[in-house]
């Protein structure tokens, strides 16, 4: 998620953009939610991110409260709402290459010492709306023959999903792709679709993504030989962390990789990983 200006802590209610005010039990309640369904932790610091984000279902339903959306939402009869306003309230921010270079170092540290005969297998698991498993899937592919890589992301909220699925991003997104990679990956929009980045639908088509919530128990996915858990942990508490690193590090091959975000650490979470470079850890 990505933090808005917001007011101090101590503050008891927040104003929307449309002068409503989120109250205590609102805001504490909507809190409960993503930390119980999501295992996300969020701030007093969210609250006019959470009041902002909300505003647009207030509006869609023609409600004047937030006290009002909370009844509706918590309806049993609205589970699609809940499931919006989860969606809304999880929703991170994130773009191709990032932290750039755990990219490197897949390439240059992890890719060369794979075994030739067995299929390279990573995980994107809060791959949001997909650019990090297209990432991801871009530097396997200069070093791996297609038949020999497979690539997963997965995320717990399913609109951002249905972006990574149709693999269409902003114009701008570009700049964001190193040239190589932009030429032989990615198509530019027409028609319809002018002024969007495309990632190639053959190449797309290699790259399977899920839904699975983190906090809750794994299906079947196999093994992995990387796995990419970034700038999500921060989302959660010490507990949850734990939680979330122990169903993890079993879906990774000995001597699998786990990658973390930059502004992430392992440290005091108590789980058997060898750090191998700065946030880049590995299963013993």
């Given at each position: 998620m990505?933090?808005?200006?917001?007011?101090?802590?101590?503050?008891?209610?927040?104003?929307?953009?449309?002068?409503?005010r989120?109250g205590?039990?609102?805001f504490?309640?909507?809190r409960?939610?993503?930390?119980?369904?999501?295992?996300?932790?969020?701030?007093?610091?969210?609250r006019?991110?959470?009041?902002?984000r909300l505003?647009?279902?207030?509006?869609?339903?023609?409600?004047t409260?937030?006290?009002d959306?909370?009844?509706?939402?918590?309806?049993?009869?609205n589970?699609d709402e809940?499931?919006?306003?989860?969606?809304l309230?999880?929703?991170?921010?994130?773009?191709?290459?990032?932290?750039?270079?755990?990219f490197?170092?897949l390439?240059?540290?992890?890719?060369?010492?794979r075994?030739?005969?067995?299929?390279f297998?990573a995980?994107?698991a809060?791959?949001?709306t997909?650019?990090e498993?297209y990432?991801?899937?871009?530097?396997?592919?200069e070093?791996?023959?297609?038949?020999?890589?497979?690539?997963?992301?997965?995320?717990?909220?399913?609109?951002?999903?249905?972006?990574?699925?149709?693999?269409v991003?902003?114009?701008?997104?570009?700049?964001e792709?190193?040239e190589?990679y932009?030429?032989?990956?990615c198509?530019?929009g027409?028609?319809?679709?002018?002024?969007?980045?495309?990632?190639?639908?053959a190449?797309?088509?290699?790259?399977?993504?899920l839904q699975?919530?983190?906090v809750?128990p794994?299906?079947?996915?196999?093994?992995f030989?990387?796995?990419?858990?970034?700038?999500?942990?921060?989302?959660?508490?010490?507990?949850?962390?734990?939680?979330?690193?122990e169903?993890?590090?079993?879906?990774?091959?000995p001597?699998g990789y786990l990658?973390?975000?930059?502004?992430?650490?392992?440290?005091?979470?108590?789980?058997?990983l060898?750090k191998?470079?700065?946030?880049?850890y590995?299963v013993?």
């Amino acid at each position: 998620m990505t933090s808005r200006d917001t007011p101090s802590p101590a503050a008891t209610d927040a104003a929307s953009p449309a002068g409503y005010r989120l109250g205590d039990r609102e805001f504490e309640t909507f809190r409960a939610m993503v930390l119980r369904d999501m295992g996300i932790s969020l701030s007093a610091e969210k609250r006019a991110l959470v009041a902002g984000r909300l505003m647009k279902r207030l509006r869609h339903f023609g409600l004047t409260s937030y006290q009002d959306y909370l009844a509706l939402a918590l309806d049993e009869k609205n589970e699609d709402e809940r499931r919006v306003l989860l969606n809304l309230l999880t929703t991170n921010e994130t773009h191709f290459f990032r932290e750039d270079e755990h990219f490197g170092f897949l390439a240059k540290t992890v890719i060369p010492a794979r075994s030739p005969s067995a299929v390279f297998r990573a995980w994107s698991a809060a791959c949001s709306t997909g650019e990090e498993a297209y990432t991801i899937a871009m530097v396997l592919a200069e070093h791996i023959p297609a038949s020999s890589w497979e690539v997963m992301g997965s995320d717990a909220n399913d609109d951002v999903l249905s972006q990574a699925r149709s693999g269409v991003y902003p114009i701008s997104a570009r700049e964001e792709i190193p040239e190589p990679y932009l030429k032989k990956y990615c198509l530019k929009g027409v028609r319809s679709q002018e002024g969007t980045l495309l990632i190639d639908p053959a190449f797309a088509a290699g790259i399977r993504f899920l839904q699975i919530n983190l906090v809750k128990p794994l299906p079947v996915i196999g093994l992995f030989d990387v796995v990419f858990l970034r700038n999500v942990m921060i989302y959660f508490n010490r507990k949850t962390k734990r939680e979330v690193l122990e169903r993890i590090i079993p879906s990774l091959k000995p001597g699998g990789y786990l990658f973390v975000g930059h502004m992430e650490s392992l440290m005091g979470i108590g789980v058997e990983l060898r750090k191998a470079a700065p946030s880049v850890y590995r299963v013993p």
